[in-house]
């Protein structure tokens, strides 16, 4: 059964240098088409597994940029969403948001619709490194966008930073944080910049001519990162993300537990009764697929219960409280002691895993070096 439905809106006014998501220039785009091809892929999912969608509780418009979208296009995506999406359960609806996109009609169109929940693109309080990296907004975007959505009624607001930036030094990454902090938001993601093929940085760096941070500057960056939060009472949940008790991203969380979510638009990817599929990207084949009344599928795979150990594991460390005996125990019917005892105790040793009765999670030292300890689990065999 799903607890979440993503829908991918994948158009930009602008395309950031760093980004690899499925993403097109918004001008001479079919974005009506689209919207109304969303709805008829919306339609036609639950349609045919009605069990699935019983006990929705988030949504999430992502991309891409939503809020790319006229204030009309979005009263249109949310009406086709309320229509084909049962609602009656859903707690958490968010959206994605440029600062520099998000005017009033459209923060009032969000939340006409049911939106509680943005999440903004900040990136940086540096305007040459927002330059660098492709953004187009101001600080004073960010300053207004945030007191607008607040007029609008929004009280759950996010916004994404990011470190390891090509030339960014110490002194802007702390300067970012305190701009980011003063501004007492209940929370904040924050990612280490990861130089992704297909995007203008990749080029760049595989020219010899983009900037990275050291990894050990990287790294110490990102103990400033977890400092600094916590020191101002905001709790790290997860590898990236940090907010006040009650505000930790639900939607998000459903990753994270490896629990089932539809996945819906074109690029899109989902988890649906033990099936994870992707959706075809070129988003006219994704019209046309859908208004022909096909699932506009590019790839289905049925989850092996090895993989599903390995997702439990890799995605369940990234909470900070890690992964409970109780919550393995009652999906697997086998304890992690059972499969994974050598490799637990090893972890420890090193200092990478700390174990109580409650379950297991990373340690402090341990989400320096996440990725090592995730491909630890990554098991050949489990009878």
């Not at 296009?73 to 707690?91: D, F, G, W, Y």
Request: hydrophobic letters at 40%; aromatic letters at 10%; charged letters at 20%.
């Amino acid at each position: 059964m799903a607890r979440g439905v993503y829908i991918h809106i994948p158009f930009c006014h602008q395309i950031c240098n760093y980004c690899d998501f499925n993403k097109v220039f918004f001008k001479n785009q079919p974005v009506d088409e689209y919207i109304e091809a969303l709805g008829h892929e919306m339609e036609l999912i639950v349609q045919q597994m009605p069990e699935a969608f019983a006990n929705i509780e988030t949504i999430f418009l992502g991309g891409g940029t939503p809020t790319a979208l006229s204030a009309q296009q979005i009263e249109r995506l949310l009406a086709l969403i309320a229509k084909h999406i049962p609602m009656s359960n859903v707690k958490e609806f968010s959206s994605e948001a440029n600062p520099d996109e998000l005017t009033i009609d459209k923060l009032q169109a969000l939340y006409n619709g049911g939106v509680n929940r943005l999440s903004m693109g900040v990136q940086s309080f540096d305007q040459a490194l927002l330059t660098k990296i492709g953004r187009t907004h101001s600080n004073e975007h960010v300053y207004q966008t945030i007191q607008n959505a607040k007029d609008v009624g929004f009280t759950n607001i996010s916004i994404d930073l990011m470190y390891g930036l090509p030339g960014q030094t110490m002194a802007q990454w702390q300067d970012t944080l305190e701009k980011a902090l003063a501004l007492k938001l209940p929370h904040y993601s924050a990612y280490s910049l990861i130089v992704e093929p297909k995007t203008i940085f990749y080029i760049q760096y595989a020219k010899g001519k983009l900037n990275l941070p050291t990894e050990d500057l990287e790294a110490e960056m990102y103990g400033v990162l977890m400092d600094t939060m916590e020191a101002h009472g905001i709790h790290q949940y997860e590898i990236s993300n940090f907010a006040h008790d009650g505000f930790g991203s639900t939607h998000n969380t459903i990753y994270w537990d490896n629990d089932e979510y539809a996945g819906f638009g074109a690029g899109a990817h989902g988890y649906l009764q033990g099936m994870r599929y992707s959706n075809v990207a070129p988003i006219k084949k994704y019209i046309e697929l859908v208004m022909a009344g096909n699932r506009p599928l590019l790839h289905e795979h049925n989850v092996t219960k090895e993989e599903k150990l390995e997702e439990q594991m890799f995605l369940g460390l990234r909470k900070a409280a890690g992964v409970t005996h109780q919550e393995f125990e009652q999906k697997f019917g086998q304890s992690m002691a059972s499969l994974y005892e050598e490799k637990l105790v090893k972890l420890q040793q090193e200092g990478l895993l700390e174990a109580d009765e409650e379950g297991i999670r990373l340690t402090r030292k341990g989400r320096f070096i996440g990725n090592e300890v995730f491909q630890r689990f990554l098991i050949e065999d489990v009878d």
